[in-house]
């Protein structure tokens, strides 16, 4: 059984026992990521969705961190990562500053599991580091259709316009985390709220964020075109109920990934790992 902080989705300043918090300087970033786990397993790196932060994962890493190191970062401009250039706020920039990281924790293998944007960078550093990824998790992935979904643009920009004059209250960030995100709306309660109402607060940090959702739009976000050349074992998953990109594509874009796996997981939108944790980790499990 998971404890409460084991448990936890959002940051709240109190961490599981054997996690810890680092910050370190990186490709022009000041990196924040956490690391845990234990065992002989393959050290696994993860990369969150926008706009969250790498607490999301801690569910799944209460079941894979019994066997396996970890460690989960916290993409720039986003969590408690510093911001990139302005300029830089493309998948391209933020492919260089993660890859920037990875080189400086010095890990001769690992595994890399992405979610949503998390995923569209992880196909990205596969191909740019195939020597040293060992596997590749992709967890409703971004990027995996040449051009967003126009579905996805328009349940996001009702709450990004009005982002360019003010905060999203607590009533917007709701409305798209019941819209876009979970399946089960109760997954939307008060410490998500809160923590995203936070987290889009600083102007600075706004604008860095606005910046990013639009660059998921560019030519440059997709990775649909890479697939076909991914030579790492791949296990391709989606929430089931994920509005935002159907299982449907994600199933699709796994039979263009030579020898790829495909699995759905039930009762669960965009974020599998926040609403079926358990059910996440076993597959992830079995295939590593």
Known sequence: MLTDAWSATTPSGVLPPGVAEHFVDSGGVRFRYLSGGAGSGVPLVLLHGWPTWSEVWLPVLGVLGRTHPWIAVDLPCQGRTS?????????PGYRAAIGTLIDGLELSSFALVGNSMGGTLAVMLSHDRPAKVSRLVLLDAAGLTPRLPRR???????????????????????KLLTRAVFSDPRFADQPWVDSMVTSWRPRERRAALMDTAFALRRPDASVAADLKGLRVPTLVLSGRD?????????EAASR?????????????????????PAEVARLISGFL
């Open 256 to 276: 263009t990934i030579p020898g790829a796996q495909f699995g759905a997981v039930e009762h669960a939108g965009h974020f599998p790992m926040v609403e079926q």
């Open 83 to 91: 911001l990139l250039p302005k300029g830089s706020r493309t998948l």
């Open 152 to 174: 996805t643009a328009r349940m996001y920009l009702p709450f990004l316009i009005p982002c360019f004059f003010r905060a999203p209250g607590p009533a917007s960030v709701r």
């Open 242 to 250: 994920d509005v935002q990109f159907p299982w449907q594509s994600a």
